[in-house]
């Protein structure tokens, strides 16, 4: 094993919950989008050092995949869609900034102890990155509850496909390549009927239901 | 039969159906009534195929992706019998105006991959594969939600797709560490998320990350499954839906999400032991059994009453799943009763609203009078919901009761016990309120009886014939799919 593998996995693995944590103090919508781009290009980079260390050569091609979907693709549609809708600040949050930096923090904490059977099972070199995986999820959820903002909530739940397929990476080196090209269509589709349906609030009525549409309806 | 054939039989129809009527716009009704033509072949295919495994014959297999065993094949009837019946009373076939016709091919299109998707679920063998499936029903069925573009409508639908993918995605997290689980404790990497191979080495599985596991996809498909705390979009995507989406999504994606729950608990309890899902399905499931029954009462939408009649019977399904083989079997056939009545009272449900044009309880009363046939079929639905005999809702009733109290849970089975009757106590009120008095004026009197209530009856004479006596294949075919679940 190269030594700088787990190094290289570990840095990916912490750049990309670092780019969670963006939406947690940013107001701006565009910098919501640009931190999910970023995200998506640390985990394909993720997926390429995997690929590199176990030769498997359809771990490039999910990597690619990432790259172009996740990276490019996607986070165009985001922002065609934020231009859209007017108002580019997302206002009201449930919980204000400082006390979502400390929720995350004990979600972090808790994801370490969750993921302390996990890490013991475990035994490739890339386990130490798994604690970092759940916490993504873990904080990407938190964001959907706490924002109201319909992109927003979209960004985050992007994220929170991301965590998951971090974790998938580093616990077991990837899903099965049929399973991952399900997920990338799905995710695809998803975005897509997610914007269609945001674009029909303006349709079902004149301008009102414009600013429902930034407001959104109460969440779970 | 070639194996093969199974699974081509059940999963293309669904699909050339949505491509006809993708590209028959210039003739739109025929597409409809090819379309009509082709979903009964899945049906066909599901019922000489389920008939096959009740008689014994070893599952049908396809590489290491496609598998129809007697559970399977319990699912792919029920799918494709229930849509069979939307597609055949949805619209399309006497739209007339040009804005009916758009909206009955969108409703054609999607409602055939949504079929699809969720026959997908139920034949697929590869657990990753039935998760991007159940994720895909969620996809295909949230732009029918607002097909008549009522701001309440998107909203609904909006709310569907948000709680619904984020749940899913947990679900997916579960997947991801059962996985994490298998391929570390020694599991053959090619045959990773199949089924069959999981179940074999869920012996080996470390239990602590199996319980974690569990928990995650407990959490996802309860939420598609409509559990509480989960259910919040429930009612409301029910209730905007139009009655064919309806009764697809309460009578068939709920079971299969319920379905996605059986396949990992099996292995689950093999790695972990059976007290630790069994505990939490019973928390679960009778949280959501207070949470429906309760809530019936205070409805005053007979569409939202359904809903959370539909959240009711999800969380008796989930506490027969906890109680061992007799409790899985009262389970099954609760899901397979519940399908044939819910879907059968939602598409009555359409004809309700075409007539009053209204949502309201009150403002559709004296539905008898002004419909007599629809009124009636609405009537013994609802008996058949509140579990009274002669229907087979009564007769999985009394074996979940059983199975609850031979498994010593008698607190717990009492508690049910009590819940049932609130539950049927209220849809006896509603249900009176809805029949009876004088229709509001304006109302058009009295309806003629076409093919469509003979369609419509189909299910409720299943019911009654379940109930009466339950067929040797039907007795076979769920016993079998129990054994499957061991």
Redesign the interface.
């Known amino acids: 094993m190269h030594p700088s593998f787990a190094l290289l996995t570990m840095t990916g693995a912490s750049v990309m919950l670092l780019s969670t944590l963006v939406v947690l103090w940013r107001r701006h919508i565009p910098a919501y989008i640009s931190a999910f781009r970023w995200q998506s290009l640390a985990l394909a980079f993720v997926a390429a050092v995997v690929a590199w260390h176990t030769g498997a050569r359809e771990l490039y091609v999910v990597a690619g995949l990432m790259l172009g979907f996740k990276g490019m693709l996607v986070p165009s549609l985001l922002r065609r869609m934020a231009a859209r809708f007017p108002g580019q600040q997302e206002l009201q949050p449930l919980v204000n900034t400082e006390a979502s930096l400390l929720i995350s923090g004990f979600l972090a904490i808790a994801a370490y102890e969750?993921a302390r059977?996990?890490t013991?099972?475990?035994?490739?070199p890339t386990r130490g990155g798994l604690p970092v995986a759940l916490a993504l999820?873990l904080i990407s959820?938190f964001v959907?509850v706490n924002r109201r903002k319909?992109i927003t909530?979209i960004v985050a739940?992007l994220m929170?496909?991301n965590g998951?397929a971090l974790?998938?990476l580093l616990?077991?080196?990837g899903?099965?390549l049929?399973?991952e090209l399900?997920?990338f269509?799905?995710l695809l589709?998803?975005v897509l009927?997610?914007q269609?349906?945001?674009y029909?609030?303006p349709?079902?009525?004149a301008a009102a239901?414009l600013a429902?549409a930034a407001a959104?309806?109460e969440?779970? | 039969m070639t194996d093969g054939l199974v699974f081509l039989g059940l999963l293309v129809p669904p699909l050339i159906g949505a491509a006809t009527v993708l590209l028959g716009r210039a003739r739109a009704r025929h597409a409809a009534r090819i379309n009509a033509a082709t979903l009964p072949v899945s049906l066909l295919t599901a019922a000489l195929a389920a008939n096959a495994l009740a008689g014994g014959r070893a599952p049908f297999e396809s590489g290491d992706?496609w598998r129809l065993d007697s559970l399977s094949a319990l699912f792919a009837l029920l799918v494709s019998g229930i849509c069979t019946l939307a597609i055949w009373l949805g619209p399309g076939i006497h739209a007339d105006d040009d804005l009916a016709r758009a909206r009955a091919r969108t409703f054609r299109v999607y409602a055939n991959l949504f079929t699809a998707t969720m026959l997908l679920a139920v034949t697929t063998s590869?657990l990753?594969?039935m998760?991007?499936?159940i994720?895909?029903t969620?996809?295909s069925s949230?732009?029918l939600i607002?097909l008549h573009?009522?701001?309440a409508a998107?909203?609904a639908?909006?709310?569907y797709?948000?709680?619904g993918?984020?749940g899913i995605?947990?679900a997916?997290?579960g997947t991801?560490?059962a996985?994490?689980?298998?391929?570390?404790?020694g599991g053959a990497a090619d045959l990773?998320?199949h089924w069959p191979s999981l179940l074999a080495a869920a012996g080996t599985l470390?239990p602590?990350?199996a319980r974690?596991a569990f928990v995650f996809l407990l959490v996802g498909f309860g939420t598609k499954a409509g559990l509480a705390p989960?259910h919040?979009?429930l009612p409301d995507a029910h209730a905007e839906a139009p009655a064919p989406l309806s009764a697809m999504m309460s009578g068939v994606l709920l079971a299969v999400a319920l379905y996605a729950i059986a396949r990992w608990k099996a292995v689950i309890d093999l790695a972990a032991g059976t007290s630790f899902t069994d505990t939490l399905l019973i928390v679960v499931a009778v949280l959501t059994i207070a949470v429906g029954s309760l809530s019936l009462f205070a409805q005053r939408d007979y569409k939202r009453l359904l809903a959370f009649s539909s959240i009711e019977h999800m969380g008796l399904a989930c506490f027969g799943l906890a109680l061992g083989p007799a409790g899985i079997f009262a389970a099954l056939l609760h899901l397979a009763m519940h399908a044939a009545g819910k879907s059968a009272a939602f598409l009555l449900s359409g004809r309700v609203l075409a007539r009053f044009d209204s949502h309201e309880i009150a403002g559709a009363a004296g539905l008898l009078a002004a419909m007599p046939a629809t009124g009636g079929l609405l009537a013994a639905a609802a008996i058949a919901l509140a579990g009274l005999p002669p229907f087979g809702l009564f007769l999985s009733e009394v074996l979940l009761v059983r199975a609850g109290w031979m498994a010593g849970h008698t607190v717990v089975t009492g508690i049910v016990l009590a819940l049932l009757l609130v539950a049927f106590g209220s849809l006896a009120y509603h249900l009176h309120r809805l029949l009876f008095g004088a229709p509001a004026a304006g109302v058009r009197i009295g309806e003629r009886v076409g093919w469509s209530m003979a369609i419509l009856a189909a299910p409720l004479a299943v019911l009654a014939w379940v109930g009466v006596s339950v067929p040797a294949p039907v007795q076979l075919l769920l016993e079998r799919a129990v054994e499957v679940l061991r």
Do not use: C
């Not at chain 1, 013991?120 to 490739?124: C, D, E, G, N, R």
């Not at chain 2, 996985?179 to 404790?185: A, E």
């Open positions: 969750v059977p996990l013991a099972v475990v035994s490739l999820i959820v959907i319909p909530q739940f929170l496909e998951i974790l998938a616990g077991a080196y899903v099965p049929i399973v399900g997920v269509l799905d589709l998803g009927v997610m269609a349906i945001l029909r609030i349709v079902a009525g239901p429902a959104a309806p969440q779970p | 992706i590869n990753g594969v998760w991007v499936a994720e895909a969620t996809i949230a732009l607002p573009r009522t701001a998107v909203e639908s909006w709310k797709l948000l709680i993918s984020v995605a947990l997916f997290t991801v560490l996985l994490v689980d298998y391929s570390s404790t990773a998320l470390h602590e990350v974690l989960m919040t979009w």
